[in-house]
């Protein structure tokens, strides 16, 4: 029988690596799209791109652009995928304050793009988008479950608000699988350093190593329900897999602090984190979300998805791999 085939927007993120390590070890044949760059993004995905039995044999990248509709199709015509995941756009809430309409363009006309497309393939296509707990925003509830209603706090919730929507409209109008994982913060040591945990599991470490002597940060009062990314992607395939196409909960269900997270990351390292951490207003959002924690409770049930790793436990594996990468142990990915 032939591999079934994926196709992978954002394949060079976090999650998209580690999903295509997942899809790799379950025999797919993965192709992921790429965005040009001058300077050459792939760290997350170099080790198996580089391995002789996988990239160019079961492994392939793309260039392309979600806006650029025109070359994807050609893509989905020569591919013909099976299962797409669709991880793309700018990610960061704090930046979609600065650039909105870019944030806006990408993330919610990007997907409306992916959705035309889908509505085009005469072969079943199976569709993931990566939603966000960021479109509660301001939740009247917690925790938040897949009927809590959008509020969302941010331009970037509100694109994937919008995107969620589309999702669930195309679902429903045309019959297409199309799925909505609601992601809530899902970390690992392959996080962007502009993100809040990999700053401060980064800090951690090198202030510990003598390298660094301050961590600058906004608001610590700021709560999130924090997991671990590579159990998030075993949700992620698992939602395709099923009978019928949903919209699910990802989340650990427990609620804690910043401060906690940063208590937690210096602990592994034996410091008091009082004595490093300054604020700045520049990191403080024009509007934070509130009662951010959700409800996995159908992901459990349908999909038997558990998350396993919790928050103190999160900020000590994120620091001890920010040790061994510092210490020259690991490879930078
Ligand atoms: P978030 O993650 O906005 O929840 O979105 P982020 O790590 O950026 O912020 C978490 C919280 O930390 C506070 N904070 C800071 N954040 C950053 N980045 N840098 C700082 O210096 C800092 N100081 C305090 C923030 O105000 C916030 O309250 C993430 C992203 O991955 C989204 O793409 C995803 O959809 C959601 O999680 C679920």
Request: with cysteine; net charge neutral; proline share 5%.
């Amino acid at each position: 029988m032939a591999s079934p085939t994926a196709f992978i927007t954002g394949i060079t993120g976090q999650d998209g690596s580690y999903l295509t390590e997942l899809l790799l070890a379950r025999g797919y044949v993965v192709h992921g799209l790429v965005r040009r760059a001058s300077l050459f993004n792939r760290s997350r995905i170099e080790h198996l791109r580089l391995d002789p039995a996988i990239g160019g044999k079961t492994l392939f990248l793309h260039y392309g652009d979600l806006n650029d509709t025109t070359s994807l199709r050609r893509l989905f015509r020569r591919i013909r995928p099976g299962e797409v995941y669709h991880f793309a756009g700018q990610s960061h809430v704090g930046l979609s304050f600065e650039i909105p309409e870019a944030t806006c363009h990408e993330v919610g006309h990007g997907t409306l793009g992916l959705l035309e497309l889908l509505r085009d393939q005469e072969h079943p296509v199976r569709f993931y988008h990566a939603s966000s707990s960021e479109v509660f925003g301001a939740p009247a509830t917690a925790p938040q479950n897949e009927d809590t209603p959008l509020r969302p706090t941010s331009p970037y919730g509100c694109a994937k608000a919008f995107a969620t929507n589309l999702c669930r409209v195309y679902r429903e109008a045309y019959g297409l699988f199309i799925c909505n994982g609601i992601a809530y913060n899902h970390e690992s040591p392959r996080r962007g350093e502009n993100f809040v945990t990999r700053k401060i599991s980064l800090a951690a470490a090198r202030i510990a190593r003598g390298r660094q002597h301050e961590l600058v940060l906004g608001q610590l009062d700021a709560a999130r329900d924090w997991g671990y990314a590579p159990e998030f992607v075993e949700g992620m395939w698992h939602a395709l897999q099923r009978q019928e196409p949903d919209d699910y909960v990802f989340a650990t269900g427990e609620s804690h602090t910043l401060a906690e997270f940063i208590d937690a990351a210096f602990a592994t390292v034996g410091l008091d984190w009082r004595r490093y951490v300054q604020f700045d207003a520049r990191y403080v959002r024009p509007i934070e979300p509130v009662r951010l924690v959700g409800d996995a409770a159908k992901a459990h049930r349908l999909l038997g998805w558990t998350p396993r790793t919790k928050m103190a436990d999160l900020a000590r594996l994120m620091v001890q791999a920010d040790l061994a990468l510092l210490d020259g142990a690991e490879p930078a990915r």
